[in-house]
């Protein structure tokens, strides 16, 4: 990089050797929030050349505000570094160049010119790394104490090759939990299945576990492999363990114990090398007192046991999530719809018996009733009272604005519920793309599963 073009602007910073010392993005920021230098792997990340990136607001670049993060609710180093002249590091979500969000690790720390000057220096470092081929394209997000340290614990356990048990309330994530998991582990090349212990049948759950053999059945013609088969050398996620039924836990210990399994109807013995991650949204040690979850299973898949913290013990992380999820409603919608006005402390305000899983219902059923794509407190707040489990509902208001996405209200003109939102858009998403679940799931920012799921729950054919 040459530096005789990259900080022009302020020729008197003595910081050649500085910012080519660094691999991460490195940038150089004066008091008025402006770039006054960059590194060529600044460059890569926000997909500009040096020259165009100075003199423009920092904020500009790495947020696509127009005022500075602060003033957006988030914690910002610019203030502690010119104010009190110490080092600080936080945790930002910021946009590269192809308009996607990522959780970085901001270290800012004061510099001076050779003039005396001070300036702020910014090292960028990607914090929760996720690879392109997550299926769901979703972002695990936050940096309150309590998601820093679920993180931790998944970093470890990627590191490892032992059985993991997810536990959390429904909506915290469990299934991104565990795919991060898989993609930060030395089997991420491998694939990754996912099992819904919930529609696996007595009769099923032989079959798409270890695979039939030819003639197996009555009307089975050709062979079937089955997850183990499908998964091998990779993960499998046995999303909510604790609904298998106990003659089924039986032939899954078998398997976990041995190693190996067979075919249904088959004589050849295969050796089952795979990684297995459970959860489940239950106490599961309870069921084990209860005698509904066999104890020696229980051990088998609970070698390192991992609590999801639901969304009220990390509420702090609303406003992140809510950009974050916002991308990808906007995604799916085609949309540009912002947080304004307050709505990020209103949404901080309530209590998410549905965790994560709610907030963005929350954003969808705002988005879709946004004339403007603006989001701000009155609408979250009308939203909010208009939930069926909400402490705070008085008497239900009616929505007055006329939605972006326009949904029929029922005929004694109470607001369309969020079913009946969800209904119509997911329908006009299956007409966009033919009937194509993977790419519905896509555009929504969540995983086949889910969307097979919400087809069967709102009747959609």
Same mark, same amino acid.
């Given at each position: 990089?040459?530096?005789?073009?990259?900080?022009?602007?302020?020729?008197?910073?003595?910081?050649? *050797?500085?910012?080519?010392s660094?691999?991460?993005?490195?940038? @150089?920021?004066?008091?008025? $929030?402006?770039?006054m230098?960059?590194? *060529?792997?600044y460059?890569q990340?926000y997909?500009? !050349?040096?020259? #165009?990136?100075?003199?423009?607001?920092?904020?500009?670049?790495s947020?696509?505000?127009?005022?500075?993060?602060?003033?957006e609710?988030?914690?910002?180093p610019?203030?502690r +570094?010119?104010?009190?002249?110490l080092?600080?590091?936080?945790?930002?979500?910021?946009?590269d160049?192809?308009?996607?969000?990522h959780? @970085?690790?901001?270290?800012?720390? =004061?510099?001076?010119?050779?003039?005396?000057?001070?300036?702020?220096?910014?090292?960028i470092e990607? /914090?929760?790394? /996720?690879?392109?081929? @997550?299926s &769901?394209?979703?972002?695990?997000?936050g940096d309150?104490p309590?998601?820093?340290?679920? @993180?931790e614990?998944l970093?470890?356990?990627?590191s &490892?090759?032992? =059985?993991?048990?997810?536990?959390?309330?429904?909506? #915290?994530?469990?299934e991104l939990a565990?795919?991060?998991?898989?993609?930060?582990s =030395?089997?991420?090349?491998?694939?990754? %299945?996912?099992?819904?212990?919930?529609?696996?049948?007595?009769?099923?759950?032989? #079959?798409?576990?270890?695979?039939h053999?030819?003639?197996? $059945?009555?009307g089975s +013609?050709g062979?079937?492999?089955?997850?183990?088969?499908?998964a091998?050398?990779?993960?499998i996620?046995?999303?909510?363990?604790?609904e298998?039924?106990?003659s089924?836990?039986?032939?899954?210990?078998?398997?976990l114990? *041995?190693?190996?399994?067979?075919?249904?109807?088959?004589?050849?013995?295969?050796?089952?090398?795979?990684?297995?991650?459970c959860?489940t949204?239950r106490?599961?040690w309870? !069921?084990?007192?209860?005698?509904?979850?066999?104890?020696?299973?229980? $051990?088998?898949?609970?070698?390192?046991n991992?609590?999801?913290?639901?969304?009220?013990?990390?509420?702090?992380?609303v406003?992140?999530l809510?950009? !974050?999820?916002?991308? *990808?409603?906007?995604?799916s919608?085609?949309?540009?719809?912002?947080? +304004?006005?307050?709505?990020?402390?209103?949404?901080?305000?309530?209590? $998410?018996?549905?965790?994560?899983?709610e907030?963005?219902?929350?954003?969808?059923?705002?988005a879709?009733? &946004? #004339?403007?794509?603006?989001?701000?407190?009155?609408?979250?707040?009308?939203?909010?009272?208009?939930?069926p489990?909400?402490?705070?509902?008085?008497?239900?208001?009616?929505?007055?604005q006329q939605? &972006?996405?326009?949904? %029929?209200?029922?005929?004694?003109d109470?607001?369309?519920?969020?079913?009946?939102?969800?209904?119509?858009?997911?329908r %006009?998403?299956?007409?966009?793309?033919?009937?194509?679940?993977k790419? +519905?799931?896509e555009?929504?920012?969540? !995983?086949e599963?889910?969307?097979?799921?919400?087809?069967?729950?709102l009747?959609?054919?």
């Amino acid at each position: 990089m040459s530096m005789d073009s990259k900080t022009k602007p302020a020729a008197s910073i003595d910081l050649e *050797s500085l910012v080519n010392s660094h691999s991460q993005p490195f940038v @150089v920021v004066d008091n008025d $929030y402006r770039i006054m230098a960059v590194n *060529s792997a600044y460059e890569q990340r926000y997909g500009e !050349s040096g020259e #165009t990136f100075i003199g423009r607001k920092c904020y500009e670049v790495s947020h696509g505000k127009t005022q500075p993060c602060d003033q957006e609710g988030e914690e910002c180093p610019h203030t502690r +570094v010119y104010s009190q002249g110490l080092a600080t590091t936080c945790s930002h979500l910021h946009m590269d160049g192809d308009k996607r969000m990522h959780q @970085v690790k901001v270290s800012a720390f =004061p510099l001076r010119g050779s003039d005396g000057q001070l300036y702020l220096g910014e090292c960028i470092e990607e /914090l929760l790394p /996720l690879k392109d081929d @997550v299926s &769901s394209g979703a972002r695990m997000v936050g940096d309150t104490p309590a998601f820093l340290a679920c @993180v931790e614990q998944l970093r470890i356990a990627s590191s &490892s090759d032992a =059985p993991v048990l997810l536990q959390g309330e429904t909506g #915290t994530g469990k299934e991104l939990a565990a795919e991060y998991i898989h993609q930060h582990s =030395p089997r991420n090349l491998k694939p990754f %299945q996912i099992v819904d212990s919930t529609v696996l049948t007595e009769n099923l759950f032989e #079959t798409e576990m270890f695979g039939h053999a030819r003639g197996a $059945y009555t009307g089975s +013609v050709g062979e079937k492999q089955g997850l183990f088969e499908l998964a091998e050398g990779g993960t499998i996620f046995l999303d909510e363990i604790g609904e298998l039924p106990l003659s089924q836990q039986s032939k899954l210990l078998r398997v976990l114990e *041995s190693g190996q399994y067979r075919r249904v109807g088959g004589k050849r013995t295969r050796k089952a090398n795979v990684r297995i991650i459970c959860a489940t949204n239950r106490h599961l040690w309870e !069921s084990v007192l209860q005698g509904k979850f066999r104890e020696d299973l229980y $051990y088998r898949i609970a070698c390192l046991n991992i609590r999801l913290p639901n969304l009220l013990d990390r509420i702090d992380d609303v406003p992140m999530l809510a950009r !974050s999820l916002l991308e *990808s409603i906007n995604r799916s919608m085609r949309a540009s719809y912002h947080l +304004v006005d307050g709505a990020s402390e209103r949404l901080k305000a309530y209590t $998410y018996p549905g965790n994560i899983r709610e907030l963005r219902n929350i954003l969808f059923i705002a988005a879709t009733h &946004s #004339t403007n794509r603006e989001i701000d407190a009155q609408l979250i707040d009308k939203i909010i009272h208009n939930l069926p489990h909400c402490p705070e509902n008085g008497e239900q208001q009616v929505f007055n604005q006329q939605a &972006s996405m326009p949904v %029929q209200a029922p005929a004694n003109d109470a607001p369309a519920s969020l079913d009946d939102v969800e209904r119509q858009h997911i329908r %006009q998403l299956m007409d966009r793309y033919e009937g194509n679940r993977k790419k +519905v799931a896509e555009a929504l920012g969540v !995983s086949e599963r889910t969307i097979y799921r919400k087809l069967r729950r709102l009747g959609i054919t």
